[in-house]
Every structure is written in structure tokens, then in C-alpha cells.
């Protein structure tokens, strides 16, 4: 079930994965740290000011983006319900091997049991499912969706209406979406769904990135 992408260094000094068949890496090789910051926590979670956020993230991969997000939650002393998708698991003597392990809760959210609900810290509960995004139902809410699939040109098939509109539906009011992807398809999706989409400032290396507002 589980599969070793090969260690690459990004240009902050931090790791990232590479898919071994597609040559995909999991975040920019311009710095994984500092566009999982930039996207995901700065422009999502520190947005929202909820005590308690249900985060869903679109592909668990690395684990780099829970590891923030349990790390960012713990700083401003709020707690998170962590959902995450992942089709293809990376095997734990891969992630054994990336420098993430020198912070005590990496390995963790490796070891973390599938498809059950587990506790990592008294605040950062973590669910992974293994499955394929493109027909998970979700049967709860999220307030932020981290949408980390690989880009658009390469898995086309997860950038579609369809799926941004079962997630739109599993979203809280005033939920918010964030993506590193700012393609016209893709907002073309995403307003297609339901949702409110801007267009901010990129993670380095990239002009553009995406913020999708649920309204109503
Ligand atoms: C850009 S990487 C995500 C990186 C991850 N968020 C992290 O912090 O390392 C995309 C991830 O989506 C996963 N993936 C690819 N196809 C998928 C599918 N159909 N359903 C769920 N996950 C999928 C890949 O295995 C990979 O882990």
C-alpha cells in the first residue's frame, strides 16, 4: 500500500518528496517550508480566528503540512480535528529519512493508524484516509480545506467542478479553501462549485495562488 518517493532539498534548505514515475515534487522546489507557510498557514489557518478548526487537507503526501499546522495550532494555543486524504501512503523508512524527524511529532503523523481517528497531541486530532479523492463523500465539515493534489497539468482529474462541489458541500459557512495553483481551469472550477475565489499573492517562485470563499 505504501510507496518511497525519493528526498530532494528545496531552495529554503528544506525537504520536500519526488515522485519516483512522474518527477512530481510535493512542494515547490523553491521551498516546501516556506510555500506550505505561505499557503496553508498564513493565508488559511491564521486567517480563520476559530479556537477550533476541522481542516481537510487533498493529499497527506509528506506529512509537512500537518506538521505545520500541528505546530502553528499549538503557538496560538488553538486546537484542530485534521482530516487527510491520501491515495498513495509514503512509507515510513521514507519518511524515517527526511530531516522533519528532528521535530519529535513527525514520525507520528506517520505511524498514525488509517481511517481512524487518532490523537497526536491533546489539541491536533488527525484522521487519514486512504482513498482517492476523486470519490471520497465526506459525512463532515470542514471550516479550511488545504487543496494539495498535484498540479493540474498532471492530475487534471483532480481539479474538477465535481469535486470542488462535494467539497463546497462538506464546508462550514465562510470556510475557506486554499490552493497553491492559481490556473484559470481551476477558478473556473472552483466559481463553477460555489465559491467566492481570489487571487492572492504566490508562495516564492510562483505569481499567483488561490483563496475559495464559501458565502452563504
Ligand atoms: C502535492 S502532493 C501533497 C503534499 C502534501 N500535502 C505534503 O504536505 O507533503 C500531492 C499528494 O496527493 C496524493 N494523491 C495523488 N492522487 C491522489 C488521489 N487520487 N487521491 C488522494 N491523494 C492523491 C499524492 O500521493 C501526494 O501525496
Known amino acids: 500500500m505504501t510507496h518511497g518517493p525519493d528526498i530532494v532539498a528545496t531552495s529554503d534548505g528544506s525537504q520536500t518528496l519526488r515522485h519516483q ?29 476559530a479556537q477550533h478548526v476541522r481542516i481537510l487537507e ?40 527526511m530531516a522533519y524527524t528532528a521535530d519529535d511529532m513527525f514520525i507520528p503523523l506517520h505511524q498514525a493508524a488509517w481511517n481512524e481517528k487518532q490523537s497526536i497531541t491533546p489539541n491536533f486530532s488527525l484522521t487519514k484516509i486512504h482513498g482517492d479523492l476523486a470519490d ?32 463546497y458541500l462538506a464546508m462550514s459557512a465562510g470556510g475557506m479553501l486554499l490552493t497553491y495553483s492559481a490556473k484559470g481551469d481551476v477558478k473556473r472550477a472552483l466559481r463553477a462549485a460555489g465559491f467566492e475565489v481570489h487571487r492572492l499573492e504566490g508562495a516564492p517562485g510562483k505569481r499567483h495562488m488561490l483563496r475559495a470563499i464559501k458565502k452563504d
Open 58 to 97: 487533498a493529499g497527506f503526501g509528506s506529512g509537512l503540512n500537518a506538521l505545520m499546522t500541528l505546530r502553528a495550532a499549538e503557538e496560538a494555543g488553538r486546537s484542530v480535528d485534521y482530516t487527510a486524504i491520501e491515495l498513495y501512503p509514503v512509507n515510513i523508512q521514507t519518511a524515517a529519512q
Open 136 to 167: 471520497t463523500r465526506f459525512d463532515t465539515i470542514f471550516d479550511i480545506v488545504y487543496y494539495d493534489a498535484f498540479a493540474p497539468d498532471s492530475q487534471p482529474e483532480l481539479w474538477t467542478e465535481e469535486i470542488f462541489r462535494r467539497i
Open 21 to 49: 514515475v512522474t518527477g512530481e515534487t510535493y512542494h515547490s522546489v523553491n521551498g516546501a517550508v516556506a510555500e506550505s507557510r505561505h499557503v496553508f498557514i498564513r493565508n488559511g489557518f491564521e486567517v480563520s480566528e
